[in-house]
């Protein structure tokens, strides 16, 4: 048995399918991951993500700690709330995680981080933060839900305490604030709008009732992995690790490469990478033929060499298989994947596949 979230009874009573998840017990689908992919992508879905891990970073030393912790700078938040993506990197330039940094101020900070690689990230920032003044918290306590979809946020503000309720509505994409004793963030993780929910476990089981009971879906873990596909966003173990830079993941633009002189954890390794040639591509593909892509099939350039494909699936939005790939350097625009002993045809298509529930590539 895994860990459990408290929303796992919940889960059971309404006849969910659990799975192993990263040691944890969680909700794959309700009955049909189709139809709760497409309820995110017309309507409103809410998941159940508080299998996340919650650090809190305070003290004086929080803000030059996450400067050097992290490859994107947090010196760019300025606003309360203000938010960012990043890579946490080893000395190599691997990527040990992917996180969302919250600033509140200068002295207070939030990382959401991946719930399978919990103990090797909490372990890495408490080793990294011995060098600093910094209290590291991880806040176990919180339960988190993710509210997605274009109707998201209208429908999720009845549940919002209503002294909040018109703040957390003006919210910017990318911003959180704090609404008494629960959190709410305008991010997510399927290329919808939408909130993210973080409350006192004791109160999520109420909550997740009250945001069923305003029409919202409840929707599994199958649906977040096809939308975030869709979305071309990335996930931890299969498009990038420890062996993998973000140059090479498609998460340049997460690097702050400016000011010059900001020494963060990995930053020699990819300097050195930056510069050299060969440095593979990270791509869209939409199979041409009959199949499915899957994970780590292998594709081939013609002429060119070989990689390939770090997230596959089918596309409920496009009706097409999609993939996420690693391919050798070079300027193509077609590759095969073998599938069961057969090259199929696939066509490089520049990322997402989906956004805000719009097709944004060519069929």
């Known amino acids: 048995?895994?860990?459990?979230?408290?929303?796992?009874?919940?889960?059971?009573?309404?006849?969910?399918?659990?799975v192993d998840f990263g040691g944890w017990d969680m909700p794959l689908h309700y009955g049909s991951q189709k139809q709760e992919h497409h309820a995110v992508r017309r309507d409103a879905g809410v998941f159940d993500v508080s299998h996340m891990t919650i650090v809190d970073v305070a003290g004086d030393g929080a803000r030059p700690f996450l400067r050097r912790l992290l490859a994107n700078d947090v010196a760019r938040l300025a606003e309360s709330g203000r938010a960012l993506y990043s890579c946490m990197l080893n000395e190599s330039g691997g990527v040990i995680d992917d996180l969302i940094a919250y600033y509140f101020d200068e002295t207070n900070y939030r990382l959401v981080v991946n719930a399978a690689t919990r103990d090797k990230d909490l372990a890495w920032i408490r080793r990294q933060a011995e060098a600093f003044d910094v209290r590291i918290s991880e806040r176990a306590e919180l339960a988190m839900l993710a509210v997605q979809g274009?109707?998201?946020?209208?429908?999720?503000?009845?549940?919002?305490?209503?002294?909040?309720?018109?703040?957390?509505?003006?919210?910017?994409?990318?911003?959180?604030?704090?609404?008494?004793?629960a959190f709410v963030a305008r991010t997510g993780y399927t290329g919808e709008d939408g909130f993210e929910l973080v409350?006192?476990?004791?109160?999520?089981?109420?909550?997740?009732?009250?945001?069923?009971?305003?029409?919202?879906?409840?929707?599994?873990?199958?649906?977040?992995?096809?939308?975030?596909?869709?979305?071309?966003?990335?996930?931890?173990?299969?498009?990038?690790?420890?062996?993998?830079?973000?140059?090479?993941?498609?998460?340049?633009?997460?690097?702050?490469?400016?000011?010059?002189?900001?020494?963060?954890?990995?930053?020699?390794?990819?300097?050195?990478?930056?510069?050299?040639?060969?440095?593979?591509?990270f791509v869209g593909l939409l199979l041409e033929d009959r199949g499915?892509?899957?994970?780590?099939?292998?594709?081939?350039?013609?002429?060119?060499?070989?990689?390939?494909?770090?997230?596959?699936?089918?596309?409920?939005?496009?009706?097409?298989?999609?993939?996420?790939?690693?391919?050798?350097?070079?300027?193509?625009?077609?590759?095969?994947?073998?599938?069961?002993?057969?090259?199929?045809?696939?066509?490089?298509?520049?990322?997402?596949?989906?956004?805000?529930?719009?097709?944004?590539?060519?069929l």
């Open 292 to 362: 499915v892509l899957r994970d780590r099939q292998k594709v081939l350039v013609d002429g060119i060499g070989e990689g390939e494909i770090t997230s596959g699936g089918y596309s409920p939005t496009i009706g097409r298989s999609i993939a996420l790939a690693r391919l050798p350097a070079g300027n193509y625009e077609h590759a095969q994947v073998e599938v069961r002993g057969k090259l199929l045809r696939a066509r490089l298509v520049k990322l997402p596949f989906v956004r805000n529930g719009q097709v944004r590539i060519d």
């Open 199 to 281: 409350a006192p476990a004791e109160y999520a089981p109420a909550l997740w009732d009250r945001l069923l009971a305003a029409g919202i879906a409840a929707c599994g873990l199958g649906a977040r992995d096809t939308l975030r596909l869709e979305a071309a966003m990335n996930l931890y173990g299969n498009d990038m690790d420890e062996s993998v830079s973000p140059l090479e993941s498609g998460l340049g633009w997460t690097v702050a490469w400016e000011p010059g002189d900001r020494d963060f954890i990995g930053r020699p390794a990819l300097e050195t990478l930056r510069e050299a040639t060969g440095k593979r591509r």
């Open 150 to 181: 274009p109707n998201a946020r209208e429908r999720t503000a009845p549940c919002i305490d209503a002294e909040w309720r018109d703040a957390a509505l003006e919210l910017k994409p990318f911003y959180g604030m704090h609404a008494g004793s």
């Open 1 to 18: 048995m895994g860990k459990k979230t408290p929303l796992y009874d919940k889960h059971v009573e309404a006849g969910a399918r659990i």
